[in-house]
């Protein structure tokens, strides 16, 4: 069974940048397109970023394109998420999900099987 464990939330202000992990555990990591999805108080869950498993194709949100930068090491079964120019609106809840053999395509969470417990990113000045 795939274990998943974000790292990295933390407070910051706006402008500021956040670098966030997805360490895996369990299985190979590189059998699985992994993406990182946020939740705010009061909001739906949305998609901000997708890996395919070699790393060669990815996917971004409109709301974090050019802002952010979604990597992995497969040597490491970790997933990266690097968020710069944060603003108030990205604060919220940030899960990492991976899909078995998910190509990236889609950002819709039911291709996504098995989840993370969250890590609480807060823009605030």
């Known amino acids: 069974q795939l274990q998943l464990v974000e790292s990295g939330g933390g407070s910051v202000r706006p402008g500021g940048s956040l670098n966030l992990s997805c360490a895996a555990s369990g299985l190979r990591l590189d059998n699985y397109g992994v993406a990182w999805f946020r939740q705010a108080p009061g909001k739906e869950r949305e998609g901000v970023s997708c890996?395919?498993?070699?790393?060669?194709?990815?996917n971004y949100a409109d709301s974090v394109q050019g802002r952010s930068t979604i990597s992995r090491d497969n040597a490491k079964n970790t997933v990266y998420l690097r968020l710069n120019s944060l603003k108030p609106e990205d604060t919220g809840v940030y899960y990492c999900a991976a899909g078995y053999r998910h190509t990236c395509y889609s950002l819709l969470a039911s291709w996504f099987s098995s989840w993370g417990q969250g890590t609480q990113v807060t823009v605030s000045s």
């Open positions: 890996i395919s498993r070699s790393g060669a194709d990815t």
